[in-house]
């Protein structure tokens, strides 16, 4: 649903030249960061490193380039993908006239339902 919709970050000022990559999604983060538990794998996998001003390795462990990296996603937020929502959509629009109308029923009977 995240990756789908992106996520708002809750300020980018606080990154060096931050800019709001979750554009107009419900979704934002306010107080908590991203879970490191679920970034430092990805850092290891992708074998990040940090580097000086000429392009050598500087000395740093995975665990703090991945702080590094949540407080990147938490500042700027995560761009949206639409990868579930624009397939959905051209699916959807084929599907046989009466199909959509028995799904519409369906949705305002559940609705129905679910205010009782």
Do not use: C, H
Request: aromatic letters at 14%.
């Amino acid at each position: 649903m995240f990756v789908d919709r992106g996520v708002r970050g809750s300020n980018p000022n606080l990154v060096k030249n931050g800019t709001q990559k979750g554009g107009m999604s419900p979704y934002s983060f306010k107080q908590k960061m991203p879970p490191l538990k679920y970034i430092l794998p990805w850092v290891k996998l992708k074998k990040l490193r940090l580097r000086d001003e000429k392009g050598r390795f500087k000395k740093g462990n995975y665990r703090s380039i991945a702080f590094m990296v949540q407080r990147s996603v938490f500042a700027q937020g995560i761009k949206p993908t639409m990868f579930f929502t624009k397939p959905f959509a051209k699916a959807f629009k084929n599907l046989p006239s009466e199909l959509v109308e028995s799904f519409g029923l369906d949705i305002k009977d559940f609705f129905d339902f679910t205010r009782k």
